[in-house]
């Protein structure tokens, strides 16, 4: 997202739209995700206060049954951009800080927001709070179908009981 200061006729604004994030969920697949993208600017004597909230959606694994599941990403960054005045033109570029050459108007929002999504993937996702998951022996998935795995640990146990 391209953001132009000069085009900013308000104190504060807000603007929005729908960038693509690269990313690799937590099981290693790759995903290009639409994110909605909402900035608001506020310029305090061309000190330029920005606050971007992202959201995107995308599909992954199920980390107990592997069954297709999808993750809602949302997240947020803060910027703040001072525009410099003439002859002071050492552009400096921060984590969250940049100072814009006299007679530069544009910047990338782009590593903001791409940033702000790929810290906020969550580590393992569910396709339900209450997801049985695959049995860790013959790898029936246990929220569709049951398999005699449990019931014969349960056996064994008997058999010992027996001793
Ligand atoms: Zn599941
Ligand atoms: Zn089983």
Redesign the pocket.
Known sequence: MMLDLAKLTFDSETISGVEVVKLRDSVGAEHEVECDVRVLVRNVAETFRINGDVRGRFSTA??????P?DVVVESSFELVVQRLGRGLDEEVVDEDFISLPFGKNELSLDRQICESIIVSIPIQS???DS???LCTRCGTNL?KNTCECAAETDRRWDALRNL
Not at 62 to 67: G, I, M, N, R, Y
């Open positions: 199920c980390h107990k049954c592997l069954d599941t569910y396709c339900r997801c049985e998951g929220n």
